[in-house]
């Protein structure tokens, strides 16, 4: 495939301190932009970052007809650009989209398209510790009308975005009892825009109350723990690591998944099963509740310092050992090519 | 408020077809746009209806920050222009605003803003039977970067199409029981884009089989109706007319609470209650289910011809008199001005 690239004039990457970086807030020179239009899928172009020019009646603004996926490019010590798991994200935006009545988008011109990018912007690729370059492909729909049905045309766009940490500081984390983030045979396995949209407000409420994330439970009993929206999440008890299965009210995280498989191969004992709220709490009244942790793309493996429950805090313990550490420490040394990668994870782009 | 209004340099009205009109797919010459920036809302201008601009991060893209309120400008026989109860779309769209972290709108700029709007554009409201200017008012989060967190720029646009009917042609309903539209303690409630997007595949699937819209069940045990996603859903058992109570899961439709008020009035007997699909099916098996129809801005009063439910048909009877039509000429002739108004819903524009 001959992916055209046009190059920015002058490059902002000057303007960048790399030392400092917040999470997804300043942007590469370039990105990719593809166009579905007459039912099919253009070839993609590299442009330079640039703004989107909408008509008002485009259903993005209407209907919430968007997907999007998160991924890292990761910088090693003699320079070699890395993905972690690109496939699963690449499937994964077709799954999505097939939920959300957007039109699949054909391997190749992911994974060239992305691939391309990254040769074009490889400069931005952090090489701080801690750092990487954060991948935003997303999909919406562009084309116009204030009818309540799909679009006839659509945009796939890729912007990068050189970050630090998702999360500063400790994390603390409400269970939800009263709002909830997905339905049975809604959309909450879909990296759709609108399940983050709707978790934006029960969210404000619980970060006036000192938590910086919700713990979503099931829509109808609030018994089950789900996930925390921006993460997968696992629990430790006594010594066996626990997530719940994914659903259809449920993404199913890569970052989650490697962790199952890491923890196997560490000898971590891990169940995937539902757990129930009760469980979590009486757990952590007899201290054996060990570790609670998010997992996910942005937040890699995020320890939790503690929950809320009607009312009540639950602090956890700060373990010199953790498993939220030693899997941390053994997925990101897979992605920055620090350590063997037995599992085949890793994909060279550079 | 002043309003200021930048007028086109030439109108595009002469090149509508008014006794051709489709659905929201003509755009006025003019459209209102207000901006959200610095904890505050801009005094809203009037400008040519134009291209939207947005940076590639914008939150819009990614996390479905967006809703909207669907609105109808209706003209009398002596050019009269006329709303229908908008200050109730006024309040929803806040109610929308606050479930979706989005600044609630002050009434006034709300309300100014429409009527100035319609003033400018008093020319593109259609006159012909049946046709009307549909109001599309909608907000989005403008603001920039990947995290998923509220925006800190929005904008607020006012744009109007004149649309003819919404639906050509008879209208059959599927009663899903797979797929759902929202969960308890979601956004069902809010007219948020999202809770269209979400329904658009099951929609497509039900289309494939012959049927125009989808009915929602309820998440848990697809056991009871709750609204049609463009409208709400009204059942007629022998004579009495009966319609899902809202909640967080169904939208507080303006149409659906004024037939309520309506029927009141015209003696006919009505129900706000839970609706058991078996209810329904049972209704329909021993000829005493008359009728169905759903109810919304778009739709008005739209009849129902059949419905399907776990793959068989069922068929409802053409009746001369029906409530729907009885219901539809009432509604309809108080929102043209063909009648008294003795509830005080009609808004003079001008």
Request: hydrophobic fraction near 35%; glycine fraction near 8%; aromatic fraction near 12%.
């Amino acid at each position: 495939m001959n992916i055209a690239v046009e190059k920015v004039t002058s490059s902002k990457i000057n303007e960048v301190d790399f030392d400092n970086l917040a999470f997804g807030s300043v942007f590469s020179d370039h990105m990719l932009e593809c166009t579905y239009k007459n039912g099919a899928w253009e070839t993609p172009k590299i442009v330079p970052y640039q703004p989107i020019t909408l008509d008002p009646s485009s259903k993005i603004f209407h209907y919430g007809q968007s997907i999007f996926e998160g991924m890292k490019a990761y910088k090693d010590k003699d320079g070699g650009v890395w993905l972690f798991r690109p496939l699963e994200n690449q499937k994964r935006l077709n799954i999505s989209a097939k939920r959300m009545a957007i039109p699949e988008l054909p391997e190749e011109y992911f994974m060239e398209g992305l691939t391309s990018l990254l040769q074009v912007d490889k400069n931005w690729i952090p090489e701080n510790d801690g750092s990487s370059l954060y991948i935003r492909p997303f999909m919406f729909a562009s084309g116009n009308g204030f009818h309540a049905s799909p679009a006839d045309e659509y945009k796939f766009i890729i912007a990068t975005a050189p970050s630090g940490a998702y999360f500063s500081g400790k994390v603390r984390v409400l269970i939800e009892e009263k709002y909830s983030r997905s339905a049975n045979g809604g959309v909450g396995f879909a990296k759709a825009g609108g399940n983050y949209a709707g978790q934006f407000y029960p969210t404000q409420l619980a970060k006036a109350k000192g938590y910086q994330q919700v713990i979503w439970t099931d829509d109808n009993t609030h018994e089950y723990i789900e996930e925390a929206g921006a993460m997968n999440i696992f629990v430790r008890i006594n010594d066996t690591l626990i997530t719940g299965p994914t659903s259809d009210r449920i993404l199913d995280g890569i970052t989650r998944k490697s962790i199952l498989d890491i923890a196997a191969d560490e000898g971590i004992k891990a169940e995937v099963r539902k757990i129930s709220v009760a469980e979590v709490v009486a757990a952590a009244k007899s201290g054996e509740l060990k570790e609670m942790f998010g997992a996910g793309t942005a937040a890699v493996v995020s320890p939790i310092s503690g929950f809320g429950h009607q009312g009540t805090d639950y602090d956890l313990p700060e373990l010199e050992n953790s498993y939220a550490m030693q899997l941390k420490k053994r997925i990101t040394d897979i992605q920055y090519n620090r350590a063997e990668d037995k599992f085949g994870w890793r994909y060279r782009v550079i």
